[in-house]
């Protein structure tokens, strides 16, 4: 379990799963080792991207690779290989303009093992300077401790205090049905509680509390309250609120084997000259 896998039981029910504007997603699997994916998307703009995945082997070793080629000309690759327990390998994003900062490229290495793990990640931006992204986590009998922390590399600030740019801490713990987490984001400012719980094969909750230190005040907490459930086989819904009076809603229904929809709605009950947004997803596989 890696930094980033702490808090994904909460998420996948209050954040994952909603839909906004209008999408179309494409996918087609051209042989057993590569997949290609063309989507597109209208929100305030109109966006789209063609993506590809492929796996296979290289002496001996599991090489997966994958890229894509956004509607603006933005060009994204990434390479990787799994030697059992270890993941390393490299990505790179050009863009259009060649002064953009979105230009960048980077290499990361993964290590796990029994009770803990490793990972870290070199990126170079264009016109910033070179970061280390690391993180390391520790478990034992369902108890998860982790840390993570941003340096800049080179070159190095005059100030060593500047080193250091923003650092994380977090928790988890995990049982037969449920998962408790809490993470102390963002120079240990922005505050995360949360738990998620299986009912049972179709129903499941989660409660997550938002809470950021400014000075030496505390802000409003955020509490959000969601659950996925399990209509049939072909369909689903999931569900939130907040107590801010943020609702959404989604159902999700696969329509043939080939076809999936899904659609969200959401609105805030507390102010209706907000009005109500609304999304869906068309996901069709040739």
């Known amino acids: 379990m890696f930094y980033g896998d702490l808090y ?5 029910i209050v954040k994952s799963g909603y839909i906004s504007g209008q999408n179309l997603k494409v996918g087609t699997r051209v042989s057993p080792a590569l997949a290609i994916t063309t989507e597109g998307s209208k929100k305030e703009g109109v966006d789209g991207a063609f993506s590809w995945d492929s796996s296979t082997q290289c002496y001996g070793k599991n090489l997966k690779t994958n890229g894509s080629l956004g ?3 933005a060009v994204s690759t990434q390479a990787k290989i799994i030697n059992g327990d270890l993941v390393y390998g490299g990505s790179a994003v050009l863009a259009t303009e060649p002064s953009s900062s979105n230009n960048k490229v980077k290499s990361f290495v993964q290590y796990a093992q029994k009770g803990y793990t490793f990972e870290a990640t070199v ?3 264009v016109g910033a300077p070179v970061t280390v992204d690391t993180s390391a ?3 034992y009998e369902g108890l998860t401790l982790g840390a993570k922390a941003l340096l800049t590399a080179y070159p190095t600030p005059k100030n060593q205090a500047d080193i250091l740019n923003n650092y994380h801490l977090g928790l988890r713990y995990s049982d037969k049905n449920y998962t408790f987490a809490a993470l102390a984001e963002d120079k240990l400012q922005r505050l995360k509680i949360g738990f998620a719980q299986k009912i049972d094969d179709k129903l499941s909750v989660a409660l997550d509390v938002n809470q950021t230190l ?3 005040k505390l802000s409003k907490p ?3 309250l969601g659950n996925t459930y399990q209509i049939d ?3 689903a819904v999931r569900a939130k609120i907040n107590n801010n009076g943020e609702v959404a809603a989604a159902y999700k229904v696969n329509i043939n084997n080939r076809l999936t929809a899904t659609t969200t709605v959401q609105t805030n009950v507390f102010d209706s000259t ?3 947004k609304t999304g869906v997803l068309f996901e069709f596989s040739a």
């Open 214 to 216: 400014a000075g030496t």
């Open 123 to 125: 990126e170079k931006k």
């Open 8 to 12: 994904r039981p909460v998420d996948g």
């Open 137 to 139: 986590t520790f478990n």
């Open 233 to 235: 086989a072909n369909s």
């Open 71 to 73: 509607l603006d000309g």
């Open 222 to 224: 955020t509490f959000t």
């Open 274 to 276: 907000k009005g109500a």
